[in-house]
């Protein structure tokens, strides 16, 4: 299968946003809010489109197939991930909750906050074509690494293990243990 990659559109967020809700689970409900996948969804919604936000089209990578998206990898310099969540915890405080984002990303790499692939095209290689391109663009950002979280039932974890992802921790986040994995690429 042919698949090319291709930066995000804000008018992608009708593919990328029910995906990426499906993949971050309770630390999209935290990030909104929320206590439901579609209530999440519906908010990251109204994210996606704008800049200046971790789960922003700007930062949203896009493998396409013949019959249209096969998936996504959104990930963004660690050194940013506070001034990113800024929005997110302005929505929290004018719902009256608590505005602690837990940190996920480090300064020094380029953080995967999301990797996902559509069911029909798992496991034909679109996931690491992905992979490979956030590795290349760390390196393009001169760092030297690509950070991300998988939580232990993660279907993804095989995956970044084959792609020289190694486990360096553990990370509580949004109320759930976190697996942090990275990558040198530099």
Partial sequence: MEVRLRPAHPFDAAFA???VQEVNGRIGHA????????????VLLGF???AGNRLSHRHTLIA??????LGLAVAYPGSEAE??????RERLRSLGLSDRIDPEATPGELYLDTLAVVPEARGQGVGGLL????????R??????VGLLVGEDSRAARLYERHGYRAAGVRGVAGGQFTRLVLDVG
């Fill in 131 to 138: 992979l490979d391109a956030v590795a290349a663009r760390a």
């Fill in 83 to 88: 001034a990113l969540d800024a929005p997110f």
């Fill in 17 to 19: 946003v029910p995906l």
């Fill in 140 to 145: 393009e950002l001169g760092l030297p690494r």
């Fill in 48 to 50: 996606f489109p704008l």
């Fill in 64 to 69: 396409e197939g013949p019959t249209g998206p």
């Fill in 31 to 42: 990030l909104t809010g929320t206590t439901f996948d579609a209530e999440a969804a519906r």
